[in-house]
């Protein structure tokens, strides 16, 4: 099991991203499955991106040992118009310091111990 991994994830869209702690757990080598209720960010945006990129594969990455500041941001149900990385600047009292992903154009906390990234196909 993945234990309060930080799951970024982008609607096609949607101009910011959505922060997420979602149950994962890995089945294989390279390979984990996510479980995220379907009202929620991430299986929202993974819906919108099913609809407008059929059959291709979901960029998201999963931060690992983020700040707590950025793990509560995460967790709380923010308002759509605010990014849990602003909620979570707001929290610390300093701005969220974000890095890309290498493989896809998510932003993660730069904070982070271990960085997961990959696809949902």
């Known amino acids: 099991m993945v234990t309060w991994g930080l799951s970024v994830t982008k609607g096609p869209h949607k101009k910011r991203q959505n922060l997420g702690i979602y149950r994962q757990q890995v089945i294989g080598k390279n390979k984990l499955i996510m479980r995220w209720l379907s009202h929620r960010g991430g299986a929202l945006d993974f819906r919108e991106w099913c609809q407008t990129h059929p059959g291709e594969p979901y960029p998201v990455s999963v931060a690992l040992g983020a700040d707590p500041a950025t793990i509560l ?28 992903s290498i493989s896809n154009d998510l932003q993660v906390p730069a904070s982070a111990e271990i960085v997961l990234e990959g696809y949902i196909a």
């Open 73 to 100: 941001g995460a967790v709380t149900p923010v308002p759509d118009t605010l990014s849990e990385y602003a909620f979570a600047g707001l929290l610390r009292g300093d701005k969220t310091e974000v890095v890309k």
